[in-house]
């Protein structure tokens, strides 16, 4: 029977969102209170749905280290900085000890969920299926829950998904990527598979008669990775800059963790 490989963290911030109330009183005043009782069952419940749709009563969930997160230490502290003021919901780390106690759970050192996730489903592949609503889980290949279907996403789907990542960058976890480029563009590029690459254009008529200004043209690359970079280029910003974002937006697999030590992705040759 194979196992159903939970992102626990937004289990439990789902579970304890869901059931936060706000009372008012005196026309002035907030109090904001949760029951963790009712948490815990609005968490058992979902629980129950993903295991029946998943069909199989294995599970092991997957925590973020709370004390160091090694995006934040690689991006200087901007990782999800706009985060820094928020609040988790009040019944969180109590729901959270308490699957910690009643069900198999793993939390790595220094990494998120979805890095605990994707090494575990390329370590063992075949043996998990992957439950987040997360979409950078799409990087990881194997069986995936969507939508209450089971679903296989193939190593060059994720790969693609990953270098678009790269490119496009995600804003809301605080690495830009390549200027002027978003998802949409990303992909595009991406799929056409060329790069830019620049070359010199003497100017034949009107005022700048006779100067020489650059243009672009656009030729085959040699792999997705050549083509990231290219923009990247581009658009004035070095290689260090390129690779930064790439590490930023990989989750990690079972190749990029080896003894308890992250090994920083970086292009083959």
Known sequence: MKTLLIDGDMLVHRSTVAVEKDTRFLDRYHILFSDAESAWNVLMETLGELQAAADTSEV?????????????????????????????????????????????SLTLPELEADDTMGIMMTRHPGDYILWSLDKDLK?????????????????????????????????????????????????????????????????????????????????????????????????????????????MARILRDEDYVNGSIILWTPRS
């Open 139 to 247: 990087q990881i290949p194997g069986l995936h829950l969507v939508d209450d279907e089971v679903i296989k996403r193939p190593l060059s789907e994720c790969d693609h998904f990953f270098y678009v990542q790269a490119l496009a960058g995600d804003v809301t976890d605080g690495y830009s990527g390549c200027p002027g480029v978003g998802m949409t563009g990303a992909e595009r590029i991406l799929r056409a598979g060329v790069k830019p690459v620049a070359y010199q254009h003497e100017l034949k008529s009107g005022k700048r008669k006779g100067e020489v200004e650059i243009r672009w043209d656009e030729v085959p690359a040699d792999n997705q990775w050549d083509t990231v970079l290219s923009h990247y280029l581009k658009a004035g910003l070095a290689e260090e800059d390129a690779l930064l974002n790439a590490r």
């Open 60 to 104: 092991l969930v997957t925590f973020s280290d709370p004390e160091v997160n090694f995006r934040k230490v690689l991006a200087g502290g901007d990782y999800k900085s706009h985060r820094a003021g928020s609040r988790k919901p009040l019944a969180y780390w109590e729901t959270r000890k308490r699957v910690e106690e009643s069900f198999p």
